[in-house]
C-alpha cells in the first residue's frame, strides 16, 4: 500500500531553516509528480510546493516563493523541501502528498513550529 513517511520538523526562530524529508513506499515513486501541503492551527489543507515526476519541473505557492525549495531524489524515492528564512505564518503540520494538489494520499506529516 502507498505510504508516505515525513522528517525533518521542528522548532526553528524566525529566520532559520529546516529540511524536510519524505520516503515513499508502496508505488513507483519516479512516475509520480508529489506535492508539499500544509495545515496550520484553525486553517485548511493548503499546498505549498509541487514537483514533476523527474524534477524539472518546480512550483510554489506565493507565500513560500523565493524562501522555500523543493527537489526529489528518485533512486531513493525520497521528496525534500528546503525551507530558509522561516516565518511564524509558516507554523503549521507539513505533508507529503502523491500527485498534484493537496487532496491524494499523503503521510501522517511532520509538524514545523517557527517561533522566538
Known amino acids: 500500500q502507498v505510504q508516505l513517511v515525513e522528517s525533518g520538523g521542528g522548532l526553528a526562530q524566525p529566520g532559520g531553516s529546516l529540511r524536510l524529508s519524505c520516503v515513499a513506499s508502496?508505488?513507483?515513486?519516479?512516475?509520480?509528480?508529489m506535492t508539499w501541503a500544509r495545515q496550520a492551527p484553525g486553517k485548511g489543507l493548503e499546498w505549498v510546493s509541487k514537483i514533476c515526476s523527474v524534477g524539472s519541473d518546480t512550483y510554489y505557492a506565493d507565500s513560500v516563493k523565493g524562501r522555500f525549495t523543493v527537489s526529489r531524489e528518485n533512486t531513493k524515492n525520497t521528496l525534500f523541501l528546503q525551507m530558509n528564512s522561516l516565518k511564524p505564518e509558516d507554523t503549521a503540520l507539513y505533508y507529503c502528498?502523491?500527485?498534484?494538489?493537496?487532496?491524494?494520499?499523503r503521510g501522517q506529516g511532520t509538524q514545523v513550529t517557527v517561533s522566538s
Open positions: 508502496g508505488f513507483t515513486f519516479s512516475r509520480y509528480p
Open positions: 502528498v502523491r500527485g498534484l494538489g493537496a487532496l491524494g494520499a
